[in-house]
């Protein structure tokens, strides 16, 4: 239909030309149609190469994109690997940091110990310093004292038999020897009237003075309590309670009690004389049963 509808406008448009025209005209359409498509091919050839053109591009800039990209990355890797170094030196410095400071620590703690034996060893030695310093003052009172009683010591020897004391021109016995060991009251006497002489009369202040002196110079043990470091004299209540009597009925006029003595606490009917440092304190009353030392006293030759 088409091709009819294209044949008569051919006709109408080209009456007088004669056949062969019309046959040029004819085949016309068949040359005019090989001609277009070259520039439709051109055509198209323009914009894929344009389109190519840009893809190039593309792919360039993609390219380039990349190569920075992964340049980057590397530069980041080692970056990372870099640190991920560093960090692994600071994590050994670190330990080997640790490890030293331990090991200060336990030097340290081994150093604190024996900084506190030394201190101890110290303190123990002050100590003993201490203890052996009053020995020695001790020591130097009791050669004082001895050397003060030399004199008497030399009368006694002229008046007295030996190991006996010349006090107030008497002759005093002190049990301070461990042979004589410790007696009640009666046995004491008993010991003393064996000797031809009785218990003490202490009814001086001379002769409280010099025999608490002389009782003090011996009072070696200190772990012995005071109650059993006495020494029994002629003193007693057992005939009326609270009237004390020497042993030849004399009463007591002047006594060298301690503070709050005689108390006659569990019946304590005989006296003492203790060593105290003040001599006007040196009595206590005691059970006559008890185990003392004791003095003796006779009249001097």
């Not at 410095?93 to 030293?100: D, F, P, V, Y």
């Not at 203790?274 to 009249?299: H, Q, V």
Request: charged letters at 25%.
């Amino acid at each position: 239909m088409e091709e009819s509808a294209y044949n008569k406008l051919i006709h109408q448009e080209d009456l007088s030309a004669d056949e062969p025209a019309l046959r040029l005209n004819q085949e016309k359409p068949q040359v005019s149609l090989s001609l277009v498509w070259p520039a439709s091919t051109w055509t198209s050839r323009r914009v894929i190469e344009i389109i190519l053109a840009a893809l190039a591009a593309v792919l360039l800039a993609v390219d380039i994109g990349l190569g920075v990209y992964y340049k980057n990355l590397t530069d980041e890797s080692r970056a990372v690997m870099s640190i991920s170094r560093e960090v692994a030196e600071l994590n050994a410095a670190h330990e080997a940091a640790t490890m030293i400071q331990e090991e200060a620590q336990m030097r340290l703690k081994q150093e604190i110990t024996k900084q506190q034996v030394i201190k101890w060893q110290v303190e123990y030695q002050v100590k003993r310093n201490g203890e052996y310093k009053k020995l020695a003052d001790k020591l130097q009172r009791d050669i004082a004292a001895l050397k003060s009683h030399i004199p008497t010591i030399r009368e006694s020897c002229r008046h007295c038999l030996p190991r006996w004391t010349l006090v107030d021109s008497a002759c005093f016995f002190l049990s301070f020897s461990e042979i004589y060991s410790s007696r009640s009251w009666q046995e004491a006497r008993d010991f003393c009237k064996k000797h031809g002489s009785d218990l003490a009369v202490v009814d001086t202040f001379e002769k409280q003075l010099k025999l608490n002196q002389l009782i003090n110079i011996h009072h070696q043990d200190l772990s012995r309590s005071i109650s059993q470091s006495g020494f029994w004299i002629g003193l007693r209540d057992v005939d009326s309670e609270a009237v004390w009597k020497w042993l030849d009925g004399t009463k007591l006029s002047e006594g060298f009690w301690n503070d709050g003595e005689p108390n006659n606490s569990g019946n304590e009917d005989c006296a003492a004389t203790y060593p105290r440092s003040n001599p006007f304190k040196g009595w206590n009353d005691a059970p006559c049963t008890y185990n003392l030392k004791w003095i003796c006293e006779m009249s001097a030759s």
